[in-house]
Structures are given as C-alpha cells and as structure tokens.
C-alpha cells in the first residue's frame, strides 16, 4: 500500500556556514560541491577537462592521506556550435574526510595536466543535529555571521534535508519586521550521507539586510509538502 503523508517541518536552529567552490581556470579544472564541510559528511570533489584526447583519469591515490575515496564516476558531454565540436569530461569524487581542519586537496594529475590546489574547511560534527537526524526530514538554517551592521549583509542558508522521497512541497519565505529578504541565486542540490545514513539535501540562500538595530531574531520557517511511503502488510482481505 502506498501512503500520501502531508508533514510540516519547521527550523528552529541557526549555527554558522559559509559556501566557498573555488575552480581552476586551467584546461583541467577541480572545485567541490560544498565548502565548508562537517567531518561526519561525505562530499564530491569534481574534476573537468576539455582535454579529450589523452584518454587519461584523474590519478585519486593522492587524495588517500587525508580522504577515504568512497567512489568515483565519470561522464562525458559533447555539443557542436557554429560547426566547431567542443567536449567536456567530468569526473566526480565522492570523498570522507580523514581529519577537521584546513585540509588541502593537492593537486589531481590528469595525464600531463593538474588541477589547482582547494582548500577546504572540514568542521568538528555538530552534535546538536543529532535529534534532527534520527528524524527522515528535516531543516537546517545557518547564518554567516552572527554580527552585522545597519544597511550591513547576513547570508542565511535554509537546507531541506531528506532520507525519503519528497513529491511535493513549499518553503515559506522568510519574513522579517527589521530587515529586507532578498532571494540569491538558484536552489543547489545534493546527497550527502551522514552518521551513515544517505540524504539528499536542497540548499536556499538569503541576504537579510537589517535595518534597525539591537538583537534580532529569525522567526521560526515553515516547509509543507507530502511523501510516499510503501509498506508492505500482507494482502487487504
């Protein structure tokens, strides 16, 4: 039997994040999906190259003194404009830090080409998502920064963090009496797994810009949407 589920789930928690995808502007590129990171997380580290011709693979047994590479994949786009061929190679890592810390993803050869070094912050697990996680759905909120300035700038990202298939759904938009809202950019997408358990995490940025000073709250933010759940109980009659 399959079941419609209405849920609501409502975030409460602000910690801090900031979001950093630095990429090479060299023929073989690299960046990451997401920066900073938590240590208990997995993330994908991308590699690219127009360089089609070598046949070559991105060497990962460098990565292997601060990740576990857990997997890798690799897909290749070609497309033609105005006559001239063009093709893009992309690798993607799916990779578990070893440590916290500022860890440096070193160079990644790719036949006679390398990539740019990254730098990537790797955060101590935050324990307080626990009760959250023991939970199939979930949101996460983070500010950038917990002091700010009149007519200053806060990101604020929402995350919608989920072990089950969503079919349907809204995120309210924040609405806030001493500052002005602003959207930013387009939802990000991605998995991610945690204390072992895979998510598939959707990502919403704000710039809040406050225009009255003292301590200031965001209010509690609402998401709605239905999921389908199969359970299998033996026959109806």
Do not use: C
């Amino acid at each position: 039997m399959r079941i419609l589920r209405w849920i609501w789930v409502i975030v409460f928690y602000l910690g801090f994040m900031g979001l950093d995808i630095p990429v090479s502007a060299q023929s073989v590129r690299a960046y990451v999906d997401r920066n900073p990171v938590m240590a208990d997380e997995t993330f994908q580290l991308i590699v690219e190259t127009d360089q089609t011709s070598s046949g070559e693979s991105p060497e990962w047994q460098i990565l292997d003194a601060d990740f576990d590479v857990l997997g890798t994949t690799q897909s290749q786009q070609t497309s033609i404009v105005n006559m001239q061929t063009t093709s893009l190679v992309r690798w993607i890592a799916t990779l578990a830090p070893k440590r916290t810390g500022t860890v440096t993803i070193p160079p990644i050869h790719v036949g006679a080409h390398q990539t740019g070094p990254i730098q990537l912050e790797v955060n101590e697990p935050d324990h307080t998502r626990a009760a959250n996680e023991s939970q199939d759905i979930f949101l996460e909120a983070d500010v950038d920064s917990h002091v700010s300035y009149l007519q200053g700038q806060v990101l604020l990202t929402l995350r919608l963090v989920s072990a089950i298939s969503v079919q349907e759904g809204r995120l309210d938009e924040p609405e806030m009496d001493w500052g002005i809202v602003e959207r930013v950019g387009k939802d990000v997408s991605y998995e991610s797994t945690r204390n072992g358990r895979r998510y598939h995490i959707t990502e919403r940025r704000y710039v809040i810009t406050p225009q009255q000073s003292g301590r200031q709250v965001i209010p509690p933010i609402l998401f709605s949407g239905t999921v389908q759940e199969s359970r299998a109980r033996g026959t109806l009659f």
